[in-house]
């Protein structure tokens, strides 16, 4: 209450002091990103030394009139500070010597976003807005490519960010494939949203696909690029089963011939024995080698 108090007696006086005393802000509109750290400025006429005792400085966040900061009559005073600033605001001093309030919030969060209030006592008093918004870019895409057989394929995006994106789908030819494909949305910490959209699509190898999150509100696009391969790991595969095979074959057939020498002494019925496992079971061979 009494915060409130203190802003209405203010708005009353800047109906007579308006002209003798402005506040200015030199930015009304600030876009900050989630996670960094966002100074606000407002400035004030202070002619010769700043009288730290005349002044009284309050910011405030419009929704609910939350109270960010106060410095009434040059002491600070955070005891009614809302908790949702709590520990991460900071008023630059050194500034209001030279006329400006500098109001500093660190790791700036999705719900910091809102109309913000500098009011400013000093002789009159007076206040402006500012605006503040907060992006979250979509900048790492997750993205997955699964065969779901005959020549079909599930490809997935993911990605994380504020506000809600449009999720596009292209092929190489940049054809739009969007009306194909499913996206969902799930709210993740701090109001992020985590999007995740599949298209099943028929496509051979060595394709590409494109997907873009676009945040229409920022008019920012990130694209991820996915292909569609025999994976470099399963033509590894393939070929070592390719290499080991022709070994297994090339071992059984010298292997042969070694047990023919071998066996010829023997006579013709161990000779048909040891052919006939062999070529039932071309790894059995490794039993007769040396
Ligand atoms: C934000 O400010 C704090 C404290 O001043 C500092 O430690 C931190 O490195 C800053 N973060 C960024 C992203 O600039
Ligand atoms: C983002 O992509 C959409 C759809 O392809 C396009 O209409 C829009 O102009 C792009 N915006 C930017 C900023 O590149």
Redesign the pocket.
């Known amino acids: 209450m009494g915060r409130l108090l203190f802003f209405y007696a203010f708005l009353f006086y800047c109906h007579f002091l308006n002209a003798l005393f402005t506040v200015e802000a030199p930015q009304s509109l600030c876009i900050v990103e989630r996670?960094?750290?966002v100074t606000m400025e407002c400035t004030f006429p202070v002619n010769g030394k700043l009288e730290f005792r005349d002044l009284s400085v309050s910011w405030e966040k419009k929704d609910g009139l939350k109270q960010v900061y106060v410095l009434h009559k040059g002491k600070e005073d955070l005891k009614n500070q809302h908790i949702d600033f709590k520990g991460r605001i900071?008023l630059l001093k050194e500034n209001l010597n030279l006329g400006r309030s500098l109001l500093?919030i660190?790791?700036v969060k999705l719900r910091d976003a809102g109309v913000y209030r500098c009011v400013i006592a000093y002789g009159g008093a007076d206040y402006k807005t500012i605006h503040l918004k907060v992006k979250a870019p979509y900048r790492i895409i997750n993205q997955g490519v699964v065969s779901t057989g005959h020549n079909e394929w599930r490809l997935t995006c993911q990605s994380e960010g504020y506000p809600e994106a449009v999720v596009i789908w292209q092929n190489r030819n940049y054809e739009d494939l969007t009306y194909k494909a499913n996206t969902r949305f799930e709210t993740a910490s701090d109001q992020l949203y985590l999007v995740t959209s599949t298209l099943t699509i028929k496509s051979g190898i060595d394709e590409i696909f494109y997907c873009t999150f676009w945040n229409k509100e920022l008019q920012e696009n990130t694209t991820a690029v996915l292909h569609i391969a025999d994976s470099t790991d399963g033509i590894l595969q393939t070929e070592s089963r390719r290499f080991v095979g022709a070994t297994l074959i090339a071992t059984a057939f010298v292997g042969s011939v070694l047990l023919f020498l071998l066996c010829i002494r023997k006579g013709f019925q161990v000779i048909l024995t040891g052919y006939k496992r062999t070529v039932e079971n071309p790894a059995s061979i490794r039993i007769y080698l040396p």
């Open positions: 996670g960094n750290n900071k500093q660190t790791d």
